[in-house]
């Protein structure tokens, strides 16, 4: 069993890890048997959603996903598993690594070396592609889904027997994975024959068992928790007629509020500082009301959805601000950008809000979840407007079909896992083009120094100080030498939008200011840059794009059709970045830098136009820059 650092936890901490730990070698040694009891019906008809489906594009794509996972091709996170002929579901098919049938706390799931990529195997043990043999199965009404899936469940039970192996390790992936299950006993349940059922259901059982003995209060308190809370809840719920369903709903419905309170700040944004894990917890929360038929949150969930819709922004596309982790809680299939606008729009229709805008949305998750009758046809997207939310530390600036995120918080809480050293950092839309994108994640244990590159400084558009982090990477979920961050300014209005925010680490202080005046398309930024020490460093000011970008002439960029960035100072361009639009997958991109190198304190402007104009006047007043555009002058700093 692994040790224990009982310096380091509390009393009740050991207590609590001691009981789990009896507990679990009890069920090991005698593994928990479940009563055959029914399912209750609260999820929509299986029928309905068919029927109100049909002739769509949905069940085109879903017809399509599940004939490549007939030939053993899953998609999984960004790419495709080719798993061969035979599914070895403990394998890490990345590094051929397959671990032993031990007992789960002897299997060094985080030892990469041993164990293999641990994302990689998780990732295709939540069978939530089995959902979508399903749905093809209800779609097309053909058996080769059916069989296929019911062959993939045997080989799985055959080669997981309770508690042994790495898809007992993580209480997350078997709450996920016990999730699926419920949806194929849903779809399937006019389908698969008895010895199926009572199979599931048996599985069902165990996993809660095992979810209950396992929870992550104290070893990820975070969305591991919520979603492990959440099952269990669900799984209670659902199967009413088990002695211990009461204790599980009480159980898991309790932390799931509790962790509303602690998870979510006042402004509504998850408190992991990421825009992936917003979605993901906010799927959470939104179906655990489906589970309860009731909102024992709903002004902060309001809020949750509103963060949401700010930060899509008008094309309803997500920035990947901090940690990606490539997973999603329901149907984790298509563009990774775009499951915000699938939880939106179930937003939407549970809470009957004015956020849906095409009526396609609805198709991946609200109708499975809420059934046809509750489904309102599409509006017009209203027109967004400009906000700041504070606790979070996020500037969302809209004008037309332009939209700027300015990250302007602070890391994460704890050793902030999931954050990136990406303060100050922003990302420009404009239409369908991405002007200055984020790097994202690509990885968690795979590779460190890929890790460290893509959540560093370096990989975001912000100031990099003497090639050094704003923080110091310790683990690969854990920051050290944390900066402090705060909001200077936000000032909204028709014309024009200013934001400022400033973030002190190392000695140095980084303040940028951003001007983002709307009737001309310009957004422009000042970096002061300013320190105790007197020698000389260099300074990058890093530009990241989204779209072609070429080299006009000295310090002028186009990007895409029409967009582009003005520097005055000596630049540096290249295709040596990186983003990744999906964990496990990468592609290079254009980059530009503005390099200072001399004594500080040093001012650093940039001009981004949206119309094409390619002549700029810049000039520094004090801490002040001047922008000097078709004979007017704008002051940012």
Not at 457 to 476: K, V
Request: some cysteine; charged content about 25%; glycine content about 8%.
């Amino acid at each position: 069993m692994p040790k224990m650092n009982l310096r380091k936890r509390s009393p009740e901490e050991i207590k609590f890890r001691a009981r789990q730990e009896v507990s679990n070698l009890k069920n090991f040694l005698r593994p928990p048997k479940a009563v055959q009891v029914p399912m209750r019906s609260m999820l929509p008809p299986a029928k309905d959603v068919i029927e109100a489906l049909k002739g769509t594009a949905f069940v085109g794509d879903v017809l399509k996903i599940a004939d490549q996972i007939l030939a053993h091709r899953v998609p999984l996170l960004g790419g495709s598993l080719d798993t061969g002929a035979e599914i070895h579901w403990r394998k890490d098919y990345a590094s051929s690594i397959e671990t032993k049938l031990r007992y789960f706390r002897f299997i060094p799931y985080l030892d990469a070396a041993r164990a293999g990529d641990h994302k990689n195997i998780w990732e295709l043990n939540r069978h939530q592609h089995l959902v979508i043999l399903a749905q093809a199965g209800l779609f097309s009404g053909k058996e080769k889904y059916w069989k296929e899936l019911v062959t993939q469940l045997d080989s799985w039970f055959t080669q997981n027997p309770y508690g042994r192996g790495i898809n007992w390790t993580s209480a997350l992936e078997v709450a996920f994975r016990s999730l699926s299950w419920i949806w194929l006993l849903h779809l399937g349940q006019d389908r698969f024959d008895e010895d199926t059922k009572r199979k599931l259901t048996q599985a069902i059982f165990q996993h809660a068992v095992h979810l209950e003995n396992n929870l992550s209060v104290y070893f990820a308190p975070n969305t591991h928790l919520l979603g492990e809370a959440l099952a269990l809840h669900a799984i209670g719920t659902l199967f009413p007629g088990w002695d211990e369903s009461k204790r599980w709903v009480d159980l898991g419905g309790r932390i799931v509020v509790e962790e509303m309170d602690k998870q979510v700040r006042p402004d509504g944004a998850h408190f992991e500082q990421s825009t992936y894990y917003h979605v993901y917890a906010l799927d959470m929360f939104l179906f655990h009301v489906v589970m309860r038929e009731s909102n024992p949150y709903q002004e902060k969930l309001l809020k949750m959805a509103e963060y949401l819709e700010s930060i899509l922004g008008p094309a309803r596309q997500l920035a990947f601000f901090g940690d990606d982790d490539g997973g999603r809680f329901f149907h984790p299939f298509g563009r990774h950008d775009q499951y915000g606008r699938a939880t939106l729009a179930t937003c939407a229709q549970l809470m009957k809000l004015d956020f849906v805008n095409e009526y396609d949305d609805l198709m991946e998750q609200a109708v499975w979840w809420l059934g046809t009758t509750r489904l309102v046809k599409a509006r017009p997207a209203k027109t967004g407007e400009s906000r700041i939310f504070r606790e979070v530390g996020m500037a969302s600036l809209v004008s037309g079909n332009t939209h700027v995120l300015m990250d302007v918080g602070p890391f994460g809480p704890w050793t902030g896992g999931h954050s990136h050293a990406d303060t100050l950092s922003i990302t420009v839309r404009h239409g369908a083009e991405e002007i200055l994108v984020d790097a994202a994640t690509f990885t968690y244990l795979a590779d460190a120094d890929e890790r460290n590159y893509f959540r560093g400084t370096g990989a975001h558009n912000t100031i990099r100080i003497d090639h050094l982090n704003q923080a110091t990477p310790s683990g690969s979920f854990s920051w050290a030498n944390r900066p402090e961050v705060k909001i200077i300014d936000f000032n909204s209005t028709d014309a024009e939008d200013r934001v400022a925010g400033e973030c002190l680490y190392r000695g140095f202080r980084h303040r940028r200011s951003l001007l983002f005046r709307k009737p001309e398309g310009l957004i422009l930024l000042c970096d002061l840059i300013d320190g105790a020490s007197v020698d000389e460093h260099e300074l990058e000011q890093i530009w990241q794009f989204g779209e072609t970008t070429k080299l006009l002439e000295p310090g002028v960029f186009q990007i895409g059709k029409l967009a582009t960035l003005l520097l005055p100072g000596n630049t540096h361009f290249s295709m040596d970045g990186w983003r990744s639009r999906a964990f496990a997958t990468r592609e290079r991109i254009s980059v530009a830098r503005q390099v200072r190198r001399g004594s500080l304190p040093a001012i650093l402007p940039a001009a981004i136009s949206l119309t094409g104009k390619k002549s700029v006047g810049f000039n520094i007043d004090g801490s002040t820059a001047e922008f000097i555009v078709d004979g007017k002058t704008f002051r940012v700093g």
